[in-house]
Each structure stands twice: as structure tokens, then as C-alpha cells.
């Protein structure tokens, strides 16, 4: 038997949890995800960006709710994951996308900004990835949990070393959940992106440098945020990729693979 796109990659009866999703790519995941069936529950730390978002997924039909979490402040993790279950129960879709950057040479990078950086990117993943997790097994539901790493994780950058090791510690931190976690159904993959237009880069992209980078990438182009679409609904369907566990996907125009002139 063929199951057909739509029933394969429908995520209704499912409940996802997004960080990160007041602006950029976490606000598009949400979007997504919700457009596709799922409950979703909207976490960041801007109160009015969620409420907007939660009203935009409802008038396309969909069903969200919001809940204020700051993935740095290890000790509200917990609180905020009660919060979360309260409108629709367990996620059983973690999309574990909180992040920041932070441009600095390896001799000037302050150790404020160091600790931001592991603060998010790195222990934020770990915790909020823990919690979920933790949830998820005394729920008893199968699960997907997706990571949000970078290219930067693959390969490395001049002024963006903090990031790059959150980022590389990611992908690890991926493998290491998906053998674990395998036991009790849950999957855990990551998706690596490329440059894509956020908050997060938009104020490089308009400079020179920025610019010049463009040529690079061998699309030319850096990417939108639906330019992710698919790989997200791959991962979070357990239809489509109940088999998929550990894996990180790279997309990114070919960024990766060479540079382009
Ligand atoms: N855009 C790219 O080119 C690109 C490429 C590779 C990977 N990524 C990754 O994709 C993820 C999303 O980035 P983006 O491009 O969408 O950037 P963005 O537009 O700046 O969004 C970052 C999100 O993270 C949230 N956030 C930051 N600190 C937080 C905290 N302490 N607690 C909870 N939420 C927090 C922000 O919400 P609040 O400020 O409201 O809390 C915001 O919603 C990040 O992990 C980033 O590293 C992006």
C-alpha cells in the first residue's frame, strides 16, 4: 500500500512544542506545523510576538497557545513545561530551536558572551531537550524531538567560534539522545542550515562582507525560512520517518560543499 503525501505527512492528533518561535525560523516551524494539523504551543521570551503569532495560526485555521519560556534560566524550565501542558498535554513534538549568535575573534570574545552563547545554544537545548524527553517517557507517547543546529556545527567560521562549538555540540548531543531515547519511541534528529534572512543575520547581510559571502554559497542565494519546510515535516512525522533517528540534515544551497565563484 502507497500512503499518499498528504496522510503522511499529516501531524493531527499531534501536539508541538516550539522554541524560539517569536520571529524567524521557529515562528515559520510553528507555522508549519500547525498548518499541518498539529497543536502547537509557542515558547520565547516576547510575550506580545507569541500572542500575535498564536492569532495569525488561528485565523489560517489552526489551533495554537502561547507560553513564556527563557531556555537560559535552567531553574523555570520545568515551570514552563507545566504552563505548556496545560492547553493541549504532552508535546510529543519538541522543536528545540532557541538560539543566538554572537560575532567576536577568539582572543577578544568576552566571557559575558561566551556564557550567553552556552547558555542558550548549548545547556538551553540540553535542558529543554531533557525536559521534554523526561515528559514524553512518563506520558508514555512516542515522540520527536528536532534540534536546531547550523552549518557552523560542520565546518567552522572566522568571528563565530562560540557559536560554532554550541552548534557542533548539538549535532553530538543529537546522536547521543537518538541511542538512548530510541527505547522509549522517541526519535531525535537535527536539521544544519545554511544562511537563511532572520533577525539572527539580517543586520551581517547588509554589509559588504555579507553581501560577498552570497557568491559563496553555489545557489547563490541565501535561503527563506519555508525554504525548511520539508525537512521539518519529514522529521516530525513518525509516518514519513519512523525509522529516522540521529540523523542531521544539512540545508543549505550547497554552502558546505565548496566554495562557489
Ligand atoms: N537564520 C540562520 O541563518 C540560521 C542558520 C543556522 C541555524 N540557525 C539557528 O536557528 C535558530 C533560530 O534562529 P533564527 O535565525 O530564527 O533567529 P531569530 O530570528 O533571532 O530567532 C531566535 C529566537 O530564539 C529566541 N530566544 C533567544 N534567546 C532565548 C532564550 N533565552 N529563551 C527562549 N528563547 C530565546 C528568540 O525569542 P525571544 O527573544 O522572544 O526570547 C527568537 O524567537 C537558532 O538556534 C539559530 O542558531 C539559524
Known amino acids: 500500500m502507497i500512503t499518499k503525501a498528504e496522510e503522511l505527512f499529516s501531524l493531527q492528533g499531534r501536539v508541538a512544542l516550539v522554541t524560539g518561535a517569536s520571529s524567524g525560523l521557529g515562528h515559520r516551524f510553528a507555522r508549519v506545523l500547525a ?8 515558547a520565547a521570551r516576547r510575550a506580545d510576538k507569541l500572542a500575535e503569532l498564536v492569532k495569525e495560526i488561528e485565523a489560517d485555521g489552526g489551533t495554537a497557545a502561547a507560553v513564556e519560556m527563557d531556555v537560559s534560566d535552567q531553574a523555570s524550565i520545568a515551570g514552563s513545561f507545566d504552563e505548556a501542558e496545560k492547553p493541549f498535554g504532552t508535546a510529543n513534538i519538541l522543536v528545540n530551536n532557541a538560539g543566538i549568535a554572537k560575532r567576536g575573534s577568539v582572543v577578544e570574545f568576552s566571557p559575558e558572551d561566551w556564557r550567553a552563547i552556552m547558555d542558550v545554544n548549548l545547556d538551553g537545548v540540553w535542558y529543554v531537550g531533557q525536559e521534554s524527553a523526561r515528559r514524553m517517557i512518563a506520558a508514555n507517547v512516542a515522540g ?45 534528529n537535527a536539521i544544519a542550515p545554511g544562511y537563511i534572512l532572520t533577525d539572527i543575520n539580517s543586520a551581517f547581510f547588509d554589509t559588504d562582507q555579507g553581501k560577498a559571502m552570497i557568491d559563496f554559497i553555489p545557489q547563490r542565494r541565501i535561503g527563506s525560512p519555508s525554504d525548511l519546510d520539508g525537512t521539518l515535516l519529514l522529521m516530525a512525522s513518525d509516518n514519513a520517518a519512523g525509522f529516522m533517528t540521529g540523523s542531521t540534515i544539512t540545508v543549505d544551497g550547497g554552502h558546505v560543499l565548496a566554495f562557489a565563484r
Open 144 to 188: 520527536s524531538i528536532i534540534n536546531i543546529a547550523s552549518i557552523l556545527g560542520r565546518r567552522v567560521a572566522a568571528t563565530m567560534a562560540g557559536y560554532a562549538v554550541t552548534k557542533a555540540a548539538v549535532i553530538q548531543m543529537t546522536r547521543s539522545m537518538a541511542v538512548e531515547l530510541a527505547r522509549n519511541n522517541i526519535r531525535v
Open 35 to 42: 498548518a499541518h494539523g498539529a497543536k502547537v504551543v509557542v
